[in-house]
C-alpha cells in the first residue's frame, strides 16, 4: 500500500521533493499546502487540492513533508504531530534548541515519528569512507576542509553566521555518522575575511571533542577562490592502522540532491512500516543542531562551550515554554542526553 504524502512548503527544497515523491513507489502526492497560495496551487498542478495551512487537508494524509523555511519547521512540525501525522522534516531541526527538545518530547507525547532528512547522510562515498574507517579501527581526529566561494545572494549574505547555520550542519551530522560517537565539547572561531561579499561570518575553525575521545576538526570558508573542495569537503580520518581519505566524490561522480532525498524518503517509509527507529530520528538529530549552535555561542564569547551544559539551559527553557503535556515528559527525563540517545 502506498503512504499519502502532504507536502507543506512549496518552494526550491519542495519542487525536489515533488520529484522524490514522484520517484518512489511507496509514497503518493495527497496534497500541498503553502502560506503562498500561488505557490501551493503551482505545484499541486491541477493533480491534487491544495491549502494554505495543514490542517485543511490533513484528512488526506499519512504523513507530512515538511520543506518550509528554518523559522517555520518548530510550528509546522507541532501542528502535524498533535494531529497525529509523522513528519519527515527539511534540516534544520528548528531554530532553536528548546523548540528542538520540545518537539522532541511532542514526538514522544504523541507517539509519532519525527525524522529530519539530513540529505548528505545518504551521499554513496560517504557509505564507502565509513567502511574504509571502520576497517582501521579507532579514530583519533577526524577533519574536514571546505573552501568554496559561491555567489547566492538573498538571505544567506545578510545572516550573521551563513557558514555555520546554513552550510556547517551538513559536515557536522557526517561526522557523528562516521565516529558513531556524540559530541561534548567545542571550541570555533568565525571570522569574516576582509574581501567577504557576506555581512556575516563566511568562515571558521572548531574543534570537537567526542565522548570517545577522539577530535573532529571542521576548517571551512564560504568565501574562499580558486581551489574550491566538494561541496561535501575534503574528509580524512586518522586512526592507528592509519589515515582513511575522501575527497566528497570531487573526483568521483558525487550523487544528486534527488537521489540523496530518495534514500532518505525511503528509509522514513521504512521506518513507518516497520516501525523502526531511523538514525535521523529528532532526539539524535538535536544533537547535530546542537553542534551548530554550541559552535555558534563559542565563536561569540570567545570560550569553549560543553554541549551539556548549553543542552541543560535549553531544557530549562523548553520546560517554561511548552504547554503542560509536553513539559511534563520534558521534566521526566532523566538527564537531556539520557533522552537523546536512549530513546532516540
Ligand atoms: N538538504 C539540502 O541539501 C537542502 C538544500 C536546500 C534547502 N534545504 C532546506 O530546505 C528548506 C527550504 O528551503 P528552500 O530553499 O526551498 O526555501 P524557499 O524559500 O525556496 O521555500 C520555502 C517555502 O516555504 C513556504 N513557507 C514558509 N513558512 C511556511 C509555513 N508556516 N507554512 C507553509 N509554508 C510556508 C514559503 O512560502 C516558501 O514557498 C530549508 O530548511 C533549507 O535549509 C535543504
Given amino acids: 500500500m502506498t503512504l499519502r504524502a502532504v507536502l507543506v512548503g512549496a518552494g526550491a527544497m519542495g519542487t525536489e521533493w515533488l520529484d522524490a515523491v514522484a520517484a518512489s513507489p511507496d509514497v503518493e502526492l495527497a496534497a500541498v499546502v503553502d502560506l ?9 498542478g491541477g493533480r491534487v487540492p491544495w491549502a494554505t495551512e495543514l490542517a485543511a487537508v490533513a ?15 518548530f510550528e509546522v512540525t507541532a501542528s502535524a504531530l498533535r494531529l497525529g501525522l509523522p513528519v519527515l522534516g527539511e534540516k534544520p531541526l528548528t531554530a532553536t534548541l528548546p523548540q528542538a527538545l520540545h518537539l522532541a518530547a511532542l514526538s514522544e507525547l ?4 519525527f525524522a529530519v532528512s539530513q540529505s548528505r ?34 538571505f544567506r549574505e545578510m545572516m550573521e553566521h551563513p557558514l555555520l547555520l546554513d552550510m556547517a550542519i551538513h559536515a557536522f551530522d557526517m561526522a557523528r555518522y562516521l565516529l558513531d560517537d556524540e559530541p ?23 574543534v570537537f571533542r567526542f565522548a570517545s575521545g577522539a577530535r573532529y576538526s571542521y576548517t571551512a570558508s564560504w568565501c574562499s577562490t580558486g581551489f574550491d573542495t566538494s561541496w561535501n569537503g575534503d574528509w580524512q580520518a586518522h586512526t592507528a592502522a592509519g589515515t582513511a581519505a575522501w575527497d566528497g566524490d570531487l573526483a568521483g561522480p558525487a550523487s ?20 523502526q527507529r531511523p538514525a535521523t530520528r529528532v532526539h539524535r538529530n538535536v544533537l547535530s543542531l546542537a553542534m551548530v549552535l554550541c559552535a555558534v555561542e563559542s565563536a561569540s564569547s570567545g570560550l569553549p562551550v560543553l554541549v551539556d551544559d548549553t543542552l541543560l539551559t535549553a531544557h530549562v527553557a523548553a520546560i ?8 511534563e515528559v520534558l521534566r521526566g527525563w532523566p538527564s537531556v542526553r539520557a533522552a537523546l540517545l536512549e530513546t532516540g
Fill in 36 to 44: 503562498d497560495g500561488a505557490a501551493a496551487s503551482r505545484a499541486a
Fill in 59 to 73: 484528512g488526506s494524509a499519512d504523513f507530512v513533508i515538511d520543506a518550509t523555511v528554518p523559522a517555520a519547521h
Fill in 110 to 113: 504523541t507517539g509519532t515519528l
Fill in 121 to 154: 547522510r545518504f551521499e554513496l562515498g560517504l557509505a564507502g569512507f565509513k567502511k574504509q574507517i571502520a576497517g582501521l579501527g579507532a579514530v583519533g581526529s577526524l577533519t574536514t576542509s571546505f573552501y568554496r566561494g559561491p555567489r547566492f545572494g538573498g
Fill in 184 to 206: 561534548v565539547r567545542v571550541f570555533c572561531d568565525a571570522y569574516n575575511p576582509p574581501w567577504s561579499w557576506y555581512a556575516g561570518d563566511a568562515a571558521a575553525s572548531a
Fill in 256 to 275: 544528486t540532491l534527488l537521489e540523496t532525498i530518495s534514500a532518505s524518503l525511503a528509509v522514513f517509509v521504512a521506518a513507518l512500516r516497520t516501525g
Fill in 320 to 327: 517554561a515554554s511548552a504547554p503542560a503535556d509536553v513539559a
